[in-house]
T-cell receptor, first 114, second 112 residues
Framework: DTGVSQDPRHKITKRGQNVTFRCDPISEHNRLYWYRQTLGQGPEFLTYFQNEAQLEKSRLLSDRFSAERPKGSFSTLEIQRTEQGDSAMYLC????????????FGPGTRLTVL | SQQGEEDPQALSIQEGENATMNCSYKTSINNLQWYRQNSGRGLVHLILIRSNEREKHSGRLRVTLDTSKKSSSLLITASRAADTASYFCATDARSGNTPLVFGKGTRLSVIA
């Protein structure tokens, strides 16, 4: 078990471009979470999945953001028409339902929008 | 919005000293977790304490929880330079595996 992985680790893009990030959770974990973290702040929840179902979305998740987990394994987070305010670290975490909600985080994808 | 507030925001100590960080939160919780984050990296899970527990130990870590005061503390004993990181508390306000709500963190610097 290699833990939660995320790809890419860094992404630099120009304003207005679309970007997509991938998260591979711990293999037996059925819950997957996306968080966003800006400098000097703690992570803030964006959305989460149980298996392939997206169960909750934060109001932080504007209509330019979309997340999928098509087969209940890996997940993708897409940001369309990126804005400078989207610059942040995007963190993915996974957990096993019923396991006290102990969430294990990936290394994150750092997005810089120029 | 963030549920918890860590105190202090920053802490600088000498290697070998103990470090204490506090976390306060606003609503009833299911459990509280502490995470460590090295600069620019992901979060590492340190310890989880349930709402019906008052104290928990793991190696050099000691966590207390006072639900009547809605507060928790993390004590790191005999600190090492490698403990330099940001420490976050995270609460689970509802039962059934829900998103965590994080504070802003305490930045700990351990000077060798």
């Amino acid at each position: 078990d290699t833990g939660v992985s995320q790809d890419p680790r860094h992404k630099i893009t120009k304003r207005g471009q679309n970007v997509t990030f991938r998260c591979d959770p711990i293999s037996e974990h059925n819950r997957l979470y996306w968080y966003r973290q800006t400098l000097g702040q703690g992570p803030e929840f964006l959305t989460y999945f149980q298996n392939e179902a997206q169960l909750e979305k934060s109001r932080l998740l504007s209509d330019r953001f979309s997340a999928e987990r098509p087969k209940g394994s890996f997940s993708t987070l897409e940001i369309q028409r990126t804005e400078q305010g989207d610059s942040a670290m995007y963190l993915c975490a996974s957990s096993l339902q019923g396991n006290d909600n102990e969430q294990f985080f990936g290394p994150g994808t750092r997005l810089t929008v120029l | 919005s963030q549920q918890g507030e860590e105190d202090p925001q920053a802490l600088s100590i000498q290697e070998g000293e103990n470090a204490t960080m506090n976390c306060s939160y606003k609503t009833s919780i299911n459990n509280l977790q502490w995470y460590r984050q090295n600069s620019g990296r992901g979060l590492v899970h340190l310890i989880l304490i349930r709402s019906n527990e008052r104290e928990k130990h793991s190696g050099r870590l000691r966590v207390t929880l006072d639900t009547s005061k809605k507060s928790s503390s993390l004590l790191i004993t005999a600190s090492r330079a490698a403990d330099t990181a940001s420490y976050f508390c995270a609460t689970d306000a509802r039962s059934g595996n829900t998103p965590l709500v994080f504070g802003k963190g305490t930045r700990l610097s351990v000077i060798a």
